[in-house]
């Protein structure tokens, strides 16, 4: 009888927990085709799992490798299926923001990127976090918040959960508060993360948060992980050096039922700007089940594009209601060019699409050997885009057939080309800038900033030209002006922080930049020298996310990383106005005419404003 009383107390009071269990916690690895010695890391720890008999599963929290490739995914993958007890895996930002299948690759490997699984009565739900093919803050994909959604209302309230995610939850995400909010509305016990490479205990919101430690053996001679004890009361963390010894606990979480308070408020992104810009006026606004990370054409009175689940959806430009959609096989990073009654894109799935734009038909796709994140350009009845395979190619619009490829790309295109006096510009995750001859794919020249970090490459800015001059923005935070014959140096500058985001006024005077905090500058066009016309501090803080700044109409239009538009007066240096939509990044805005642009966010935010 008191047997029975007490299995009933324990299931009323926090569930039924059978015994005590304890697992591994494996983070930032940093698997690359450079450097042996993650790999010699992740190798003994591996071993070092294997032999324990009572670990009962591993989760390992992102950045699992460096750059996202197909080769460093598969690596790591061969080493972490060695393992003897099941693991749960989720990408981080290292797997995503550089990743050249858009995130593919790494479900295919894996088989998920974002799981969910119950043991001894704990409910453990993990989710990725990017960003995705472009630099930004770190962000909860919207598809995995939709998903979220569906396991939180599967679980009882008083279920002990333990979240696990790559970034901490606080503000380097810029979505943080849609986890916290939902995971205080249940027994969240605690939540795991790496991304800081170091241990050290959270406070998130109230959750307790443990960030572990990264498993590269740094300035030591051998790296390490963490083994997580759970009994009934208490969490524990100890600090493994693998073949060596188990630290005492370094970081203690009491169990049980957690109750959050609903009274204290927390920091939330500020809308008040909106009102200080009351001309501009929200006409719709759609949000779509998935990150959108391209620029919405519009045409023939719909707006398009496509998302990072590999779905492309056509809105009504007057209403933002769905009107056709069409599913494809990998994410969408890619920006449609519209030709006469056809839109065609990238995907993530290898092949380039083209739809009738009315209806959302398949008219015909291109087969590429790699991921499509490449934005098309179609000039005439030629359309050119890149894609991950090392390879640029001219296909014909009509029937998608090949006209020429270039193939000495080393790494992926990921942005739109620029198309100037009969030769197609781009950029490449190789730390290359490439000119193709537009009839026959032959290379004119390629061009380096000089740095051997492939992170510094002019991959995501889309180059700008003028006076036979062609200008690019790259992570060195130097703007270039290149020949655009020849591909020679003309002059190099780093007065002004640009990054990665550039645009051209309509008189092809002045070659506008963003800077990594809170100005746009001006540069004069011209071959002698680097010449700083102006700049005007907006206020918008850091920056780095890459959005194009667009001029129509004398009006200069951009986003930030935390999705405000600005416009501004490029003639009295004033802004116009400003409108935030969510809080993720805002990609470059398609300006319709002065009254009037689309915008799409990180977040799956697409909105038509109205100024």
């Not at 970034?167 to 909010?181: M, R």
């Not at 645009?503 to 930049?513: P, Q």
Request: aromatic fraction near 12%; glycine fraction near 10%; include cysteine.
């Amino acid at each position: 009888m008191k047997k029975l009383l007490a299995l009933l107390f324990v299931m009323q009071f926090g569930g039924v927990f059978a015994q005590n269990f304890k697992f591994a916690f494996v983070t930032d690895t940093h698997i690359n085709d450079v450097n042996d010695i993650p790999s010699e890391d992740l190798q003994r720890t591996v071993d070092d799992i294997n032999t324990f008999s009572d670990l009962d599963f591993v989760l390992l929290t992102g950045d699992i490798t460096e750059m996202g490739t197909d080769s460093e995914i598969k690596k790591a993958h061969e080493i972490i299926s060695q393992l003897k007890i099941p693991f749960y895996i989720i990408p981080g930002n290292h797997d995503t923001g550089w990743s050249e299948s858009g995130g593919v690759s790494f479900i295919r490997e894996f088989g998920y990127d974002k799981f969910v699984f119950e043991h001894e009565g704990y409910k453990f739900i993990g989710t990725a976090s990017g960003p995705y093919v472009r630099m930004s803050d770190g962000h909860i994909p919207r598809d995995a918040v939709v998903w979220m959604d569906s396991v939180l209302a599967a679980t009882p309230k008083d279920q002990r959960i333990i979240n696990v995610n790559h970034y901490p939850l606080d503000n380097s995400l810029d979505n943080w508060f849609e986890l916290t909010d939902r995971l205080k509305e249940y027994n969240t016990q605690f939540s795991i993360c790496g991304h800081g490479h170091r241990n050290k205990p959270y406070d998130f919101e109230g959750i307790p948060g443990v960030m572990g430690r990264s498993n590269l053996r740094a300035k030591d001679q051998i790296g390490g992980y963490n083994i997580v004890k759970i009994e009934q009361d208490t969490a524990y963390f100890s600090e493994r050096t693998p073949g060596r010894n188990t630290e005492d606990p370094w970081r203690k979480v009491a169990l049980g039922k957690h109750n959050y308070s609903k009274g204290e408020s927390f920091e939330r992104p500020d809308y008040s700007i909106n009102q200080q810009y009351g001309q501009v006026k929200k006409r719709w606004s759609y949000h779509s089940d998935a990150n959108v990370i391209s620029t919405p054409v519009v045409t023939s009175g719909l707006v398009i594009y496509g998302n990072s689940t590999g779905k492309v959806e056509a809105l009504s430009r007057d209403t933002g209601e769905l009107v056709w959609s069409y599913q494809t096989e990998g994410g969408i990073f890619s920006s449609p060019a519209i030709f006469k009654h056809l839109v065609v894109l990238g995907s993530g799935d290898g092949h380039t699409y083209a739809f009738n734009v009315k209806n959302g038909k398949l008219v015909w796709k291109h087969k590429a050997g790699a991921s499509v994140l490449g934005s098309p350009l179609i000039e005439k009845s030629t359309v050119f885009i890149g894609s991950s395979d090392g390879k640029f190619r001219a296909l014909n619009v009509k029937n998608g057939k090949e006209i020429w490829e270039y193939g000495g790309l080393e790494g992926p295109v990921v942005s739109k080309p620029l198309l100037y006096e009969g030769k197609i510009y781009f950029g490449a995750w190789d730390k290359h800038l490439y000119a193709l001859d537009t009839k026959n794919g032959q290379l004119a020249w390629k061009w380096d900033n000089g740095s051997p970090n492939r992170m510094y490459s002019p991959a995501m800015c889309i180059p700008v030209a003028a006076g036979g001059v062609v200008y690019l923005v790259a992570p060195d935070r130097f703007i270039t002006a290149l020949d655009a014959y020849s591909g020679e140096t003309l002059w190099r500058s780093n007065e002004a922080t640009v990054r990665e985001s550039i645009g051209i006024s309509e008189n092809k005077e002045l070659v506008y930049g963003k800077t990594m905090n809170d100005e746009i500058v001006a540069f004069k066009t011209g071959k002698e020298k680097a010449e700083l016309a102006w700049k005007i501090d907006c206020g918008f803080g850091y920056e780095h996310v890459p959005s194009m700044l667009i001029e129509k109409n004398g009006k200069v239009y951009f986003g930030t990383k935390n999705s405000t538009v600005y416009s501004i007066d490029p003639k009295t240096k004033t802004i116009n106005w400003a409108h935030k939509i969510d809080n993720s990044m805002a990609n470059t805005v398609n300006v319709i005419d002065e009254h009037s642009l689309v915008v799409a966010t990180m977040d799956g935010k697409i909105e038509m404003l109205n100024f």
